[in-house]
């Protein structure tokens, strides 16, 4: 172990930053925080992604509103998962306490008070904006792997959003995609056969069954329009602070399949619109998913394949990916190496499983002369946190066992009346908030079925019809029946043949 001097300018030289930045807290060693040994993050680099870990209780939620603060401050808006509905706060300012201030005063900055701009956004029939995607806008590819497809029914995927595309038939909610399936194993058999293929019955079948356990979900809220426009997420308040939009997800906790659902959805479109940014100063978006061990637990191969695509090529958009979790080992592997930003708290051992996790924890940070990574994560205390980053040119920063500062905002969620406070004076609320149900597949196949029932119902009235006269023009009269029989006929000859004699 180094002296206190040596630490202060290891840590110093560590975390020395050119541009902007944000403070984390003071380095500590041997369990005290060094006052002005200051964990500083790059702007720069917060867009390479990170972590926020470790046991119940230990501080994550106040780590991520911290960061989160911080980053509107800065003019970055960011975007929240609130699972558990403890984040609306950040709408009101600290009321601030003594061990706060003394808690400052050790790290060696000024705590200041303050609320930060809120939207409040959901995905249920919460209040907020609502959140919503058309059928359309996922696209075939996006769909069938959320639907866990193979790969046959990945491409009668392909074949009904074609057909939809070659009609002109808009798929905007799941009854869209269900009355197009349905459509193409009925009435439009023919039609879809002739031209693109037999369709199997049976697949379809598979796919309307999990497209329901999806809706089951609640998905049919999520699917529809009016849909929402990801670069209302970056607005900047008149102060020139980013919004923070928080996501409330606390009635969808047991829904992890809607969960991903949106999660996917909303990375592929902030990938499909948002410029490339290149090498900039500051990230364009910040997003913290909490909770992030949702995403994983049900995911199929092909979906976290999708995942690590995403974020491994989205950050060239200026965009940061923060997962908040219990464990590192929530996170697939593919995953956890694309993270810059590691904050670690405390872990506990009370199993043979936590240890091996603990060992396996502590092999992800950097060697340091002034910890045993192992012993520190288990001895940590409340807001205090193992911390690694990338510098600016992209190199991991010394490990700093960090006493964390405390949230300015309001460590606690807001009233019945504050909440619907900041909901009435949303400007988003009055754009996305209006349920729009215009024609689209589903009408317009229902309309072409009803067509083509009413054209079989007269086609049937008119071959029963032509049988009939058909019957009626073979059927001969009675007599000319006798008349016209050979027995008749022969009697008449016999008569004749006498008279003639």
Do not use: W
């Not at 990170?50 to 106040?62: D, N, P, Q, S, Y």
């Amino acid at each position: 172990m180094g002296s206190k001097e040596e630490f202060f300018s290891h840590i110093e030289k560590g975390y020395a930053t050119k541009g902007d930045f944000i403070t984390m807290g003071a380095a500590m060693l041997e369990e005290e925080a060094v006052t002005n040994a200051l964990v500083k993050i790059p702007l720069k680099t917060l867009n390479r992604h990170g972590l926020i870990a470790g046991a119940t209780g230990t501080g994550k939620t106040k780590t991520l509103q911290v960061l989160a603060e911080n980053l509107s401050d800065k003019g970055v808006p960011v975007l929240l998962m609130d699972l558990k509905g403890d984040l609306s706060g950040i709408a009101q300012p600290s009321p601030g306490h003594p061990k706060i201030d003394e808690r400052h005063e050790k790290i060696g900055i000024p705590f200041n008070a303050k609320n930060f701009p809120v939207e409040i956004l959901s995905l249920s029939e919460q209040d907020g904006v609502k959140l919503r995607a058309t059928v359309s806008e996922f696209g075939p590819t996006l769909l069938s792997r959320i639907l866990d497809l193979t790969e046959t029914q990945e491409g009668i995927m392909a074949v009904i959003f074609k057909y939809c595309d070659d009609n002109k038939l808009p798929l905007l909610d799941l009854k869209d995609l269900k009355k197009t399936l349905q459509y193409a194993t009925g009435t439009g058999k023919k039609e879809f056969t002739k031209d693109y293929g037999r369709i199997s019955t049976s697949s379809t079948g598979t796919i309307l069954r999990k497209i329901i356990e999806l809706e089951q979900q609640g998905a049919d809220l999520f699917f529809g329009e009016k849909s929402f426009d990801v670069d209302d997420l970056t607005r900047i308040d008149e102060e020139g602070r980013g919004y923070i939009n928080i996501i409330r997800l606390t009635d969808i906790q047991d829904r992890p399949k809607l969960f991903s659902t949106f999660m996917l959805s909303l990375l592929a479109e902030i990938y499909g619109t948002f410029p490339e940014q290149g090498d900039s100063d500051r990230p364009e978006l910040i997003m913290f998913i909490d909770e992030a061990h949702l995403i994983f637990k049900e995911a199929s191969k092909a979906l976290l394949d999708q995942i690590e695509s995403i974020v491994k090529l989205i950050r060239s958009k200026g965009i940061g990916l923060y997962f908040v979790t219990q464990n590192p080992t929530d996170v697939p592997n593919e995953v956890l190496a694309q993270l810059g930003l590691k904050v670690q708290h405390a872990l506990r051992a009370f199993t043979a499983r936590d240890r091996k996790a603990i060992k396996l924890t502590a092999e992800n940070y950097p060697i340091s002369e002034y910890y045993d990574t192992k012993e520190v994560l288990t001895s940590l205390g409340i807001g205090e946190a193992l911390i690694s980053a990338l510098d600016e040119k992209g190199r991991p920063t010394p490990l700093a066992a960090t006493l964390l500062r405390a949230p300015m905002s309001r460590m606690d969620v807001l009233t019945a009346n504050e909440l619907k406070n900041v909901i009435k004076g949303s400007k988003l609320v009055k754009k996305y908030n209006e349920v729009l149900d215009r024609e689209s597949a589903y009408e317009i196949l229902n309309e072409k079925i009803e067509k083509a029932e009413v054209a079989a119902a007269k086609e049937k009235i008119k071959t029963s019809t032509r049988k009939t006269a058909s019957r009626r023009s073979t059927r001969q009269n009675p007599v000319i029946k006798v008349l016209t029989s050979a027995t008749f006929i022969r009697g008449v000859l016999g008569v004749l043949k006498k008279v003639i004699r």
